[in-house]
T-cell receptor, first 115, second 111 residues
Framework: DVKVTQSSRYLVKRTGEKVFLECVQDMDHENMFWYRQDPGLGLRLIYFSYDVKMKEKGDIPEGYSVSREKKERFSLILESASTNQTSMYLC??????????????FGPGTRLTVT | RKEVEQDPGPFNVPEGATVAFNCTYSNSASQSFFWYRQDCRKEPKLLMSVYSSGNEDGRFTAQLNRASQYISLLIRDSKLSDSATYLCVVTLTGGGNKLTFGTGTQLKVEL
């Protein structure tokens, strides 16, 4: 079974703090993704990575950065957390050879609250 | 205009009912289509792919209409366990592994 784990289920941070969200997958997947999910807006892609040390901006990268130093680990960084970054953050991974479904496997999510 | 649009619902149906959801997509270059299911407070999981010829998986039938740019999901003989949010998902030609998600349609199956 594919397993994607995220470092925390719930996190509370103060405005201006630097926040690290960690994601680890155990299926040797090449692709990893960070999304945020908000009511009425659905899942929105923040950043993704097709390989170690590679990263691509998604649809809403502003205020975020990422790091992928090892294949199994993809970190999302909020350089200076703001209240509008309060959200559910979901990490996902998929195989580069996942045609035709490109199935993405998601972690359980991190509910981040910025006060 | 959103790339993938869905009626958010909720659709409240009795057990045993047949229910159908539609989804429209705006980009004619969309290549592949899927339905994901997300249970309350859980992560999304792939339910099924959608093909032009239509495909069936037990009580679930998915169809694609490329000319009208819409995708449908039909659930027959609804069970309480079908209660969830159903996410319509597309990929673009050349978009590789990048998925675009709709906001989801909520289904509540009641006794």
């Amino acid at each position: 079974d594919v397993k994607v784990t995220q470092s925390s289920r719930y996190l509370v941070k103060r405005t201006g703090e630097k926040v690290f969200l960690e994601c680890v997958q155990d299926m040797d997947h090449e692709n990893m993704f960070w999304y945020r999910q908000d009511p009425g807006l659905g899942l929105r892609l923040i950043y993704f990575s097709y390989d170690v040390k590679m990263k691509e901006k998604g649809d809403i990268p502003e205020g975020y950065s990422v790091s992928r130093e090892k294949k199994e680990r993809f970190s999302l960084i909020l350089e200076s957390a703001s209240t509008n970054q309060t959200s559910m953050y979901l990490c996902a991974s998929s195989s580069h050879y996942g045609y035709p479904t490109y199935e993405q496997y998601f972690g359980p999510g991190t509910r981040l609250t910025v006060t | 205009r959103k790339e993938v649009e869905q009626d958010p619902g909720p659709f409240n149906v009795p057990e045993g009912a047949t229910v159908a959801f539609n989804c429209t997509y705006s980009n004619s270059a969309s290549q592949s289509f899927f339905w994901y299911r997300q249970d309350c407070r859980k992560e999304p999981k792939l339910l099924m792919s959608v093909y032009s010829s239509g495909n069936e998986d037990g009580r679930f039938t998915a169809q694609l209409n490329r000319a009208s740019q819409y995708i449908s999901l039909l659930i027959r003989d609804s069970k309480l366990s079908d209660s969830a949010t159903y996410l319509c998902v597309v990929t673009l030609t050349g978009g590789g592994n990048k998925l675009t998600f709709g906001t989801g349609t909520q289904l509540k199956v009641e006794l």
